[in-house]
């Protein structure tokens, strides 16, 4: 990695910090991180072409996927979870609904939790109204079409009020207004309850208006770091700067 | 007819009276009802027999990616082939006086019976059930972790998920189970009142040449062969996302 700048934002301490990270298919490597880390309570967008290895950080952050070498270090992590490890929940670039209804899908990892079953249903309740869900709420959601399957995955996964929330191109299905609503849903819970999220997409000018940080993936490796401003405004690398400008180099 | 000679199949002889249709009085007759219900106990039983063991093994067959899992794919699908006579020989020469479990007196009896519609109804049960759990997309587990499912949670959702296929397994090991009539005639001997079922009374009929006992039988069999399909073809609609 060229640079990893933390800007003006040193009130907040890393949630995460990768070091020296590899994952491989078989013997294509798909990610070869050298730094990087996900500052608690901020908006990382992980930019990059299709390929860049996105998709695979993602899961390796959520703990799906093992590295192939490398660690990542659970930074602060609250106090009250026992094995330091925050709690995570990640919505895939293409979401698989459960066979029941669009209340039941929303409701799966709240019933995984063992919450109150009032508590399930106003959280339900909540997030379908956010998602602009509510009147599909009894449809089954294996009918849904693809951007409104994208829109419950989001629903299910804010619904369990995770630490860290991971998106995978959670908007590459959706029309210009969705798009800005998952945008302000999403925005709005990072400063209403300080939680992570890393959103990773290849759409420079969603990364200027949602991210606090952003870190460019470039063939599987993190070219460089920084601020939101920082980044935009004053890139370090030539390859970052390329890329700002729209230059094919990838 | 041999066996308890003096129950044997006589429907015609003591219901041939003047003013009766023989075939209406012989369906209603203690002993049609005792063949109709010793077929579905049979049935039932080995359905349930092969469901609480061929359920879980399906679910492990359909979850399993090691090699060893290819090897019982192939031992199931042989084992739907498998020719029911040849399963009643084997279980003939298993229960007889002189075989290994000579002992157990299960020969001509329902046990016996159940045992041998058990062995060929369990590899429809795990066929079925590993095609259900194959057909559950292979992300969804990695999904579902993803939302805080532990492994077995996950795992316990995927089977929940192809709970339609489950339902139709059960309903084909039922179809399987009534129909078969090669194994349970050797293995059960159709004694009157004691193991004769449908199958092998519409065996014996036809071969006596009473066919209209052996069509009243064989609509008996049909109805309940159909209400079984009946159930796979509404497990298919819920697995299929069908009305």
Known sequence: ????????????????????????????????????????????????????????????????AVPSRGRIDVGSARPEKANGAPSVAMVYQQPLPLRRSVAENVAYGLKLKRLPRREIETRVEHWL????????????????????????????????????????????????????????????????????????????????????????????????????????DSPADERTKAFLNGDLIY | ????????????????????????????????LSIVLLSLKVSATAVLLSSALGIPMGTWLGLARHPAASLVRWCTQVGMALPPVVVGLALYLLFSRSGPLGDWGWLFTPRAMIVAQTILALPFVVGI????????????????????????????????????????????????????????????????????????????????????WALALGGVLLGLAGLANACIVLFQRGQHGGP
Request: proline fraction near 4%; charge should be positive; charged fraction near 20%.
């Open chain 1, 1 to 64: 990695m060229a640079r990893e700048s933390t800007g003006n934002s040193h009130a907040s301490p890393p949630l995460w910090r990768v070091e020296r990270l590899a994952y491989a298919y078989g013997k294509t490597v798909a990610l070869d991180v050298e730094r990087l880390s996900v500052r608690r309570g901020r908006l990382l967008c992980l930019l990059g072409p299709t390929g860049a290895g996105k998709s695979t950080l993602l899961r390796l952050l959520a703990g799906t």
């Open chain 1, 129 to 232: 109204q956010q998602l602009r869900l509510a009147e599909l709420a009894s449809r089954r959601a294996d009918r849904l079409s693809g951007g409104q399957l994208t829109l419950l995955a989001i629903a299910r996964a804010l619904a369990i009020e995770p630490e860290v929330l991971l998106l995978d191109e959670p908007t590459a299905n959706l029309d210009p207004g969705r798009v800005e609503l998952v945008e302000q849903v999403v925005r709005a819970e990072v400063n209403r309850r300080d939680c992570t999220v890393v959103w990773t997409t290849h759409n420079l000018f969603q990364a200027r208006r949602i991210a606090d940080d952003v870190a460019l993936l470039l063939g599987g490796a993190c070219i460089e770091q920084a601020d939101g401003r920082t980044f935009f």
């Open chain 2, 1 to 32: 007819m041999g066996g308890p000679a003096g129950k044997c199949y006589n429907i015609s002889s003591h219901v041939l009276t003047p003013h009766s249709s023989p075939l209406r009085t012989a369906v209603f007759s203690a002993e049609f």
């Open chain 2, 129 to 212: 059930t590993a095609g259900a759990i194959r057909s559950v997309p292979d992300q969804l587990p990695e999904q579902l972790r993803g939302l805080g499912a532990s492994a077995r949670q996950a795992r316990r959702t995927v089977v929940f998920e192809a709970r339609h296929g489950l339902g139709l397994a059960v309903a084909a090991a039922f179809g399987r189970s009534l129909s078969e009539v090669g194994a349970v005639l050797i293995v059960g001997g159709n004694i009157a009142g004691h193991t004769r079922v449908l199958t092998t009374a519409i065996v014996l009929e036809t071969s006596q040449g009473r066919f209209e």
